[in-house]
């Protein structure tokens, strides 16, 4: 991979930010789905919550039902 002058990596990223802001709006809202998609399965997979309550919520979601 070529090494760029720090200008022109700043050109780039001043021109994403003032050409394509509704790009860097998609990739912080894809950010947070990333997020809230973490917790959920952080809970479906916690087996200190009841088995049939985290298979409802996959299956309202229609996510893989945890089987333990």
Known sequence: MADHPAGYVQALA?????????????????GNHRRRLAIVV?????????????????RDLNLPQPTR
């Open 42 to 58: 952080r809970f479906l997979h916690n087996e200190a919550i009841a088995l049939d309550i985290r298979q409802g919520l996959a």
């Open 14 to 30: 001043g021109e994403l930010c003032t050409h394509h802001a509704d790009l860097l709006s998609a990739e912080n809202d894809l």
